[in-house]
């Protein structure tokens, strides 16, 4: 087994007046939400699909089925926690996730440096080594019109110990 891996992963949710708009785990203000059924805050989601990729885990829904009740409105930090419980019990740790957040409106690099500070609270990553960048699609597809959310997640991880140097 090779001691470093890379994991990718990409979600998408709709978008939907009225529902809160949770974002790397924080509130965001905003008239809309995403729809989803946990509290579908696509970049905790993103990240767990590249870190479970990574670590050969398969992805976020067969570990957190959107049939299973349990999961109903969870807040996704909790389901983050989790991953990095199964990713530390293989053996690796995170070197870092590079997160892009594909969305319209709002404006989110004011809301970056508090979600990077949650997100590395939550996964005790150094901020350091959580990458989060925010696009629109000018104006395109369903994300320039407005309905709905995208994010895409590079994640590399590591067995501690195996090189000289790398903790």
């Excluded at 008239?31 to 905790?44: E, L, N, P, R, Y």
Aim: hydrophobic fraction near 40%; include cysteine; glycine fraction near 10%.
């Amino acid at each position: 087994m090779f001691p470093f891996r890379v994991g990718q992963g990409y979600d998408v949710h709709q978008l939907v007046e009225g529902r809160p708009f949770w974002l790397g785990g924080i509130l965001i203000p905003h008239t809309h939400g995403a729809k989803g059924h946990s509290d579908a805050d696509v970049v905790c989601h993103v990240m767990c699909d590249a870190l479970l990729g990574a670590a050969n885990l398969r992805n976020i829904g067969y570990h957190f089925s959107d049939k299973d009740p349990q999961w109903k409105g969870v807040d996704s930090k909790i389901l983050l926690a989790k991953v990095l419980e199964m990713i530390r019990e293989k053996g690796f740790e995170v070197g870092n996730v590079d997160v892009t957040i594909v969305l319209q409106n709002p404006k989110l690099n004011p809301h970056i440096p508090a979600m990077k500070s949650c997100l590395a609270e939550v996964t005790g990553i150094s901020e350091e080594d959580i990458s989060i960048k925010a696009t629109t699609s000018e104006h395109l597809g369903f994300v320039g019109r407005e309905e709905g959310i995208a994010a895409h997640c590079v994640a590399l991880i590591y067995q501690p110990g195996i090189f000289p140097g790398v903790a």
